[in-house]
């Protein structure tokens, strides 16, 4: 069996969190590898909404082992709270959930730096979700970050946290704001270190085990590829590594151990927080896109800037991931519509561009250039195989694989779990999932 990369290619939220919860049956281990709580994942199940933020989609599925790797940024409080309302919804075991102990803890200094932080650029803000996650990376960045494993040993979390509220604190008092207690903060931390310690392990090594055993792991990266604080749209980015190298890194695993990278694209573009969207409608097309799609953050709750889908972009994306196959989201949202526009190209100061341009005072100015497509009438929602779903959907999918160069595999025709249906041989050799529509 494989181990595969899932990850989104456009600015987040594309339904990862689905479609990792529909692979994992095909999986023994489902491992997070960079981000925080500042994800959403959204999963239905029966009807019912749950989302996700820390803890891997794969919960949901009885026996799998789930991993948060040494990439991500966790907030202990926000990981109990998560554990406690899942645990309300289905059953939870400790014993299947692995934490890193190498990855990094948020403080209550980092959500406050975060906020100054924002509050002091105005109208450039970023948009971020002020739960702390850069200010968190910045600080592992500086080598003076506080570490899972750290909450093991009270004398050493007593200390790293004291010598972290030295220059927190003194910032803080700079720009207005009243200082933190040191004191309250690692009473606070402490408290949690027993409801986290069964958690603990060395993830490195538990997935080189998995492995040497033959067992199979899905990857599942949060945010998207535009995102990426590398290969994004910087500074209009999150703070880690959300494109494929971010698995290795973010889990302490080499690159030769993982098979393929399956990246999730919506059939149109979204967009959360401030920075540059060339196929962003403000028009009454966008306002549809957004209502049809319930376009509104898993996390923040914020109303999410719709466009076009932008196959400059999503080239872009197969290829800094080395992408060759696709699951495409919500194609049902654009049902009806006389005509779908894709944008296949950029113009800046009257010459066409020859790819994807990451910083953000060209990428802002670009004007998309739209190759329009014949619209379908009849509704791909809940369609339950590929040779029933509308021809000119189908030419639209055509269209967008020449564009990106890479295969349209899997469809997602609905929420639920099993509104979701595979090209006939498009997974073969890759995913082995029995029972699932083709």
Known sequence: MSNIVVLGTQWGDE???????????????????????????TVYVGGTKIVLHLIPSGILRPGTLCVIGNGVVIDPKAFLDELEALARLVPVDKGRIAVARNAHLILPYHR????????SLGDQKIGTTLRGIGPAYEDKAARRGVRVG???????????I??????????????GQAPLDPGAVFEEYAGYAAAIAPCIRDVPALLAEEMKRGRSVLFEGAQGTLLDLDHGTYPFVTSSNSTA???????????????????VVKAYTTRVGSGPFPT????????????????????TGRPRRCGWFDAVAVSYACRVNGIDKLIMTKPDVLDGLDEVPVCVGYDYKGSALS?????????????????????WKEPVGKVRSWAALPGAFKDYVRFIEEAVEAEVAVVSTGVEREDTLIRP?????LVELGGHHT
């Open 15 to 41: 339904g990862k969190g689905k479609i990792v919860d529909w692979l994992t049956p095909a999986f023994d281990v489902v491992a997070r590898y960079q981000g925080g709580h500042n994800a959403g994942h």
């Open 112 to 119: 406050l730096a975060e906020k100054i932080s924002e509050d």
């Open 150 to 160: 750290d909450l093991l040993d009270p004398g050493i979390l007593k200390t790293k």
């Open 162 to 175: 004291e010598a972290l509220a030295k220059e927190k604190n003194a910032w803080a008092v700079m720009h």
């Open 245 to 263: 190298g971010g698995a290795c890194t973010g889990l302490g695993v080499g690159p030769t151990r993982i098979d393929a990278v399956l990246g």
């Open 280 to 299: 962003e409608l403000h028009d009454e097309a966008g306002r549809v896109l957004g209502m049809r799609g319930d376009e509104f953050g898993a996390t």
């Open 355 to 375: 790819g994807f341009p990451v910083e953000p005072e060209i990428l802002d100015k670009v004007v998309p250039r739209y190759a329009k497509l014949r619209g």
């Open 425 to 429: 041989g498009a997974l073969d050799g």
